[in-house]
C-alpha cells in the first residue's frame, strides 16, 4: 500500500482495514476462543489478554491449573493484570486482598477478616497445547467443548500469533470457501473429497489438492479439516509421496468489532523409509523431520497469511453471489448461525434463503 505527500501531510492509499472502515460486521461468535498458548503461562505467570471487548486475565497455579477472570479486583477494582500470585493465591497490589484457587477473598492486606468477594472467574480449557476461554452472548456455562487430539511428530509445536482486522468467521468460513485455494493460494486444484459433514458445533472437511513445487513438479495432497465452533481449526495436511503429516491448528479470537488475534501452531511428521532398520528409519525421519520444520513452518505461516490482507479488508457480505466453483459456503453458513444471538442468526438466515431464491429463479 502506498501513501501521497499532500501539502506536508501524508496521505494513505489504498483500502481502509475493515475496523477503521466500519464495514457492518459479524457480532461476537459464542463458544471457546484461544487467549494463549500453554508454553506462554508458565506456573506463576499472570497475562492478561483482550477478548471481545474485555480483558481477560489468565493465570497459572504453582499446580499447573489455569485461571481466567475478569480483570478488575472486587475490592475497589484494580487490573488484576497487575497482581501476582504468592504460592497458589493471587494477590490484587493495590491493598494486597488474595485470592485463592476457587478464587475467594482469603486474607486482605490488613490482616482484617476477608470480605465475602470472590473473583469473577471464566470456563478456562487447556487443550492441545492453547488455554481457551467460554464466552457465550447469554452468559450459559459451556454445553461443548475442544476435543484433545494426537500431537503427531517429536519435536514441540512451531507457533506464531498476529492481530489484525477481520472477523473470527472468515477464518473459518475459508476452509469451505474452496474456490481461493487455487486463486489465492496457488494450488493447482482443490476439491472437496466428500461433502462437508456437520455435527453439532464441529463439521469435517475432506479436500483433495494438487500441489506443484519447483523441480519437484506436481504431487497429490490431502487435506482432512475439523473445525470447532468459530474459533478453531485443526488440519491434517498428508503428502504421501514425501511421507510427510503437518498437523495445522489455526485459531482466530474476536478481541473487538471487527478485530482479532489468530495463533497457529503447527507439527510435523516423516514416516520412516521402510527399506531400512528400524532404528535406522527412526533416525533419517526425525533428523528430516528436525531439518524441515522451520521451512515447512514458514511456508505454512506464508499459505495462512496470504489471506490476511483479504481478511483485514473485506466486509462480511451477507448476501454474497455465489458462483459454479465456489465452495459449499451457504450450508457453513447456515451452520454458523447457531453461534450468534438468535435474532441476528435469523436475519441471516433469511437473507441467504432470499439469496437462494433470486439464483434459482
Ligand atoms: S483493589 Fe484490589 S485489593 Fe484493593
Ligand atoms: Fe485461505
Redesign the pocket.
Given at each position: 500500500m502506498g501513501s501521497t505527500r499532500t501539502r506536508g501531510r501524508t496521505i494513505s492509499e489504498g483500502p481502509t482495514p475493515a475496523d477503521v472502515a466500519g464495514a457492518p460486521g459479524l457480532p461476537y461468535p459464542s463458544g471457546w476462543s484461544a487467549l494463549a498458548f500453554s508454553d506462554e503461562l508458565k506456573p506463576g505467570a499472570v497475562l492478561t489478554r483482550p477478548l471481545m471487548g474485555e480483558d481477560v486475565v489468565l493465570y497459572r497455579l504453582r499446580t499447573g491449573d489455569v485461571r481466567a477472570i475478569r480483570p478488575y479486583c472486587p475490592h475497589l477494582g484494580a487490573h488484576l493484570g497487575l497482581a501476582e500470585l504468592d504460592g497458589n493465591d493471587l494477590v490484587c497490589p493495590f491493598h494486597l486482598f488474595a485470592f485463592g484457587p476457587d478464587g475467594s477473598c482469603v486474607r486482605t492486606g490488613y490482616g482484617t477478616p476477608p470480605p465475602k468477594a470472590p473473583l469473577a472467574r471464566l470456563p478456562v480449557h487447556e487443550v492441545n497445547g492453547a488455554v481457551f476461554v467460554w464466552r457465550h452472548e447469554d452468559g450459559r456455562q459451556p454445553d461443548w467443548e475442544i476435543p484433545g487430539w494426537h500431537a503427531i511428530g517429536h519435536r514441540p509445536a512451531r507457533q506464531a500469533a498476529w492481530e489484525m482486522a477481520g472477523n473470527a468467521q472468515e477464518v473459518i468460513e475459508?476452509s469451505v470457501?474452496i474456490g481461493?485455494?487455487a486463486t489465492?493460494?496457488g494450488w493447482v486444484e482443490a476439491g472437496l473429497g466428500a461433502p462437508v459433514a456437520y455435527r453439532d458445533k464441529e463439521f469435517h472437511v475432506s479436500m483433495r489438492v494438487r500441489e506443484s513445487a519447483p523441480v519437484i513438479g506436481e504431487f497429490d495432497v490431502t487435506v482432512e479439516v475439523d473445525g470447532y465452533g468459530l474459533s478453531c481449526l485443526h488440519a491434517d495436511i498428508h503428502t504421501a509421496r514425501f511421507g510427510l503429516t503437518m498437523c495445522t491448528m489455526i485459531m482466530p479470537t474476536a478481541i473487538a468489532p471487527n478485530r482479532m488475534q489468530l495463533r497457529q501452531s503447527n507439527r510435523i511428521a516423516l514416516a520412516e523409509p521402510s527399506r531400512l532398520p528400524r532404528p535406522l528409519a527412526r533416525a533419517v525421519s526425525r533428523t528430516a523431520a528436525r531439518l524441515l520444520e522451520r521451512p515447512l513452518f514458514r511456508s505454512s505461516c506464508d499459505f495462512t497469511a496470504?489471506?490476511f490482507p483479504i481478511w483485514s479488508h473485506k466486509q462480511y457480505e451477507q448476501r454474497p453471489r455465489l458462483a459454479q466453483g465456489d465452495g459449499p459456503i451457504g450450508p457453513f453458513r447456515r451452520w454458523a448461525r447457531q453461534f450468534y444471538p438468535q435474532d441476528v442468526a435469523d436475519r441471516e438466515l433469511s437473507r441467504i434463503e432470499q439469496q437462494r431464491n433470486v439464483s434459482a429463479n
Open positions: 475459508n470457501d481461493h485455494f489465492l493460494h496470504a489471506d
